[in-house]
């Protein structure tokens, strides 16, 4: 049925400047395709590494905001530990506990906590002037 027949490969020199054109136009193309391909495969990584980095960005600014509120949170609990252990010293002893084992840092606290409860007290003295003198 089918004979097998070998061909001479023989260079056919006839229109080169139709073979090359036809060449140039298919190597263009295919640099065109590559080109293309290449440019989809880059933006899908770069969407890839968007998303990325705002799942980061995002994780990082929920860190940022659960350490702040931790502090927030220590600071209160600081204070509300120092109030409850002066007022059952005071309630204990009839007088206000010795402050040498406290650091620093607990003094300083200790300062603008009496600072911050005198300024309430001012403020509600004042209030209560304010009524008395629209009062009278």
Same mark, same amino acid.
């Given at each position: 049925?089918?004979?097998?027949?070998?061909?001479k490969l023989v260079l056919i020199?006839?229109?080169?400047?139709?073979?090359? *054109? $036809?060449?140039?136009?298919?190597? %263009? $193309?295919?640099?065109? %395709?590559?080109? !293309?391909?290449?440019?989809?495969? $880059?933006?899908?990584?770069?969407?890839?590494?968007?998303?990325? $980095? =705002?799942?980061?960005?995002?994780?990082?600014?929920?860190?940022?905001?659960?350490?702040? *509120?931790?502090? =927030?949170?220590?600071? *209160?609990?600081?204070t509300k530990e120092l109030l409850?252990?002066?007022?059952?010293?005071?309630?204990e002893t009839g007088s206000f506990?010795?402050?040498?084992?406290?650091?620093?840092? !607990?003094?300083?606290?200790?300062?603008?906590?009496?600072?911050?409860?005198?300024?309430?007290?001012?403020?509600?003295? !004042?209030?209560?002037?304010?009524?008395?003198?629209?009062?009278?």
């Amino acid at each position: 049925m089918f004979i097998k027949r070998r061909v001479k490969l023989v260079l056919i020199l006839t229109n080169k400047s139709v073979r090359q *054109e $036809s060449f140039c136009r298919k190597k %263009k $193309s295919i640099m065109g %395709k590559l080109k !293309e391909v290449r440019t989809v495969k $880059s933006d899908q990584e770069q969407q890839r590494r968007r998303t990325k $980095s =705002k799942e980061e960005m995002h994780m990082e600014k929920m860190i940022k905001e659960a350490k702040q *509120e931790l502090r =927030k949170l220590e600071e *209160e609990n600081r204070t509300k530990e120092l109030l409850i252990h002066m007022f059952n010293v005071r309630a204990e002893t009839g007088s206000f506990p010795v402050l040498k084992g406290l650091t620093e840092k !607990e003094l300083k606290g200790l300062q603008d906590l009496i600072n911050m409860n005198v300024n309430k007290i001012n403020q509600e003295l !004042e209030e209560l002037k304010k009524d008395e003198a629209t009062a009278v």
